[in-house]
């Protein structure tokens, strides 16, 4: 049997901080309908529908004009959700992908065409786990004529061993959810300390959402918030936020995302410092062309 996870809180709140215009979403995603986007017979996860239309009335709730959809495991490799949401957007989303192995140099650059901009890989144990490396570093070296980025999914407790592969990118990567390491092991844990140190390489960006996922405390997820400050204070420049909505398998409180809006204010509460991690950081790394 495949697990279904829960979905979003339907009752988005309205942030009490209005986002800057121009916002961005760097970390959210669209799943199904599963009669026009099927999921995955391999998949991990069955998720409620939540598709195009319901992303666009969050966002219209909060506040955000744009938006980067990161492909989820539970459709595979087929683009077309991703795809469908970026062409309907008018050019205010860009994505990023899931490849297999043996994708080609044209598949990429049509998918280049469709407003991807980066490839995702996953090392998180519950979604499959290591990929094959050579096909990592394959798909990195086919990517970088295209001024893409890649993405990594990361477990904490890999951190550490996978810190000399890290630091061995020559693209810009992107580690989500603050590297999920665990609030009630503090901002001293070797898993944090070790993504501090991989944030001074200049091609290094991180994204302080998943608060939820960091939290060990659960609701209002306040004990996240030291190490999105401390990740702001080391690289203001190359720091994303999201929501993640529609939040796929959370074991614990699920967050509101107008909350969650809320909770980023906390975490910035410099004006002009949000308005570059919401504005000009994924301006500068979507939207450059």
């Known amino acids: 049997m495949i697990p279904a996870c829960k979905g979003p809180d339907p009752d988005t709140h309205t942030p009490r901080v209005t986002p800057p215009p121009g916002a961005c979403d760097a970390h959210c995603h669209v799943f199904g309908p599963a009669d026009r986007f099927p999921y995955a017979p391999d998949r991990a996860y069955t998720p409620p529908d939540n598709g195009y239309e319901n992303l666009v009335r969050l966002h219209r709730i909060l506040g955000i004009s744009r938006a980067v959809i ?11 959700v991703t795809l469908d949401a970026i062409a309907r957007s008018d050019g205010a ?6 490849v297999d192995p043996g994708v080609t140099d044209a598949e990429l650059a049509r998918l280049h065409a469709g ?43 890999d951190i550490v061993p996978l810190a000399p592969v890290i630091g061995g990118i020559r693209i810009p990567f992107v580690i989500d959810h603050m590297g999920r390491v665990r609030a009630k092991d503090g901002v ?23 608060a939820e996922r960091v939290s060990s405390a ?16 080391l690289a203001p420049d190359r720091v994303l936020w999201g929501t993640d909505w529609p939040h796929p398998n959370i074991a ?30 994924p301006t500068r790394l979507y939207w450059s062309d």
Do not use: T, Y
């Not at 990161?70 to 077309?80: K, P, Q, T, Y």
């Not at 995702?120 to 990929?131: A, T």
């Not at 659960?218 to 204070?233: C, E, M, Q, T």
């Open 93 to 98: 989303m860009r994505g990023v992908c899931v």
């Open 252 to 281: 614990g409180d699920m967050p509101n995302d107008g909350d969650l809006v809320d909770l980023l204010s906390e975490s910035v509460p410099d004006a002009a410092l949000r308005h570059r991690v919401l504005v000009a950081n």
């Open 188 to 210: 001293e844990q070797p898993a944090f300390r070790q993504l501090l140190d991989l944030m001074r390489n200049p091609l290094a960006w991180v994204k302080i959402c998943g």
């Open 115 to 157: 407003g991807i901009r980066g490839v995702r890989f996953n090392f998180v144990k519950h979604l499959g786990g290591m990929p094959d490396m050579a096909f990592f570093q394959r798909v990195l070296a086919q990517v970088q004529p295209l001024g893409w980025h890649v993405v990594l999914h990361l477990d904490a407790q």
């Open 218 to 233: 659960g609701a209002p997820f306040h004990d996240a918030l030291p190490f999105a400050r401390a990740l702001v204070d």
């Open 70 to 80: 990161v492909h989820a495991s539970c459709h595979g490799s087929d683009m077309a």
